[in-house]
């Protein structure tokens, strides 16, 4: 597809991505845009339509998958054929100029553990002595309720954590800030269209569902987490804050991302099969750096559970869904060292300190740190689209 607007070569913005998120100029309220190259374009004024208007895209969602598909229809058409160009070029705005705000007024968040060698190295550090996975673990999506009014966009300043933190040397816990600062990088759905109260939504139903995909560092503070978590799982160690990308890209963007998920070797329950409701694999290849330092890639596509089979879980006791829900796939993890998805895996439970280029060495996260995790997957016009970028630097905790 050759478009009128110039594009930077392996732009990762190209029309075949075209993504969605809000923005903001100096002096302007928050509006929808669409990124194309090196530009937005102000969806708001180019279409008059006030759902993109609102500061969300939750009014857009919220219209459904017939809507998501008709508006990505003309938007092709828009940016593809010179005849539109006088239109549409008008409302063009260079990204550099703009500011980036949450995509989404986040309804719920739920956060899934389907990474099998994330979970592998989790249960070999923590449990030693025992099975790498619980017995769990292959029969359902392991997941958690979070907090989503702490759902922020890249960029948020990570304000170091305090709470309570018990090395397992010690005998009493102490109060003061984390001494764990984790990372995790993950992979995030967004639910457009709602589903009714007890009306389980079926694994073949996922795209009448979600809208679209984003980046997400589940910042975890791994002192406070291991003191708390039993026997009711993660609370204050990941509440205080999850870093989204600004672009939400749409499914419909990903379908040449689309692969089969690995074979599983344990029978799934009915509700959980995803025989002949399509591959919902997806083939994004994340990357985590370190202050500009590459120090992982890991893969999404060998993910265990897939967002269908998440979906399908999350609502099959009659749980229902609502416009701007966010649900994230759990920390990525891949069978290599060089692609571990957080710090407590790539320095073994802090135990074997990473070498950075610069001499110094990191176990968990220093304040100053800088932490951006970026993807791309395959796009339908043979090259590669890009997911944008999630980071966050840590700042000193505060005082109370
Ligand atoms: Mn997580």
Redesign the pocket.
């Known amino acids: 597809m050759t478009t009128w607007p110039d594009l930077p070569p392996d732009t990762g913005f190209g029309p075949d991505n075209l993504p969605y998120g809000v923005f903001s100029t100096p002096g302007t309220a928050p509006r929808t845009g669409v990124a194309i190259g090196d530009a937005v374009l102000d969806l708001a004024a180019a279409t008059g339509d006030d759902a993109h208007a609102t500061g969300s895209l939750n009014a857009f969602l919220a219209r459904g998958p017939r809507a998501w598909s008709e508006l990505r229809a003309r938007l092709t058409a828009w940016f593809t054929d010179e005849a539109h160009r006088g239109a549409v070029e008008p409302h063009l705005v260079p990204r550099s100029e703009v500011t980036l705000h949450l995509p989404v007024e986040v309804a719920d968040y739920v956060?899934f553990?389907s990474s099998q060698h994330h979970a592998e190295n989790l249960g070999r550090m923590f449990r030693p002595d025992s099975a790498a996975l619980t017995p769990n673990w292959k029969h359902l999506p392991i997941g958690y309720h979070g907090r989503s009014g702490t759902v922020q966009v890249s960029g948020t300043p990570v304000v170091r954590p305090r709470g309570q933190r018990k090395a397992p040397t010690e005998e009493l816990p102490t109060f003061g800030p984390s001494r764990r600062l984790d990372i995790?990088a993950?992979v995030g759905f967004v639910v457009g269209a709602p589903s009714g109260l007890g009306r389980p939504v079926p694994v073949r139903a996922f795209p009448d569902h979600v809208f679209g995909v984003c980046l997400v560092n589940?910042w975890?503070a791994r002192d406070i987490q291991a003191w708390e978590y039993v026997p009711l799982g993660p609370f204050l160690g990941?509440s205080f804050l999850t870093s989204v990308s600004p672009w939400v890209v749409p499914l419909a963007a990903l379908e040449a991302a689309r692969v089969a998920p690995p074979v599983r070797d344990v029978p799934v329950l009915p509700y959980l099969d995803d025989a002949g409701a399509g591959s919902w694999g997806l083939d994004l290849t994340l990357e985590v750096r370190l202050n500009g330092e590459l120090v992982s890639c890991p893969p999404f596509g060998g993910l265990y559970w897939t967002a269908a089979q998440q979906l399908a879980h999350l609502t099959v006791n009659g749980a229902s869904l609502r416009t701007g829900d966010l649900y994230?796939s759990?920390?990525v993890s891949g069978p290599g060292k060089d692609q571990r998805g957080s710090f407590i895996e790539l320095s073994w439970g802090g135990t074997e300190p990473l070498t950075l280029a610069d001499g110094s060495t990191r176990t968990f996260l220093e304040d100053g740190d800088e932490v951006t995790i970026s993807a791309t997957a395959p796009g339908t016009g043979g090259g590669r689209i890009s997911l944008g970028e999630v980071t966050g630097r840590v700042e000193a905790a505060r005082a109370p």
């Open positions: 956060d553990y995790e993950e589940d975890s990941k994230a759990g920390t």
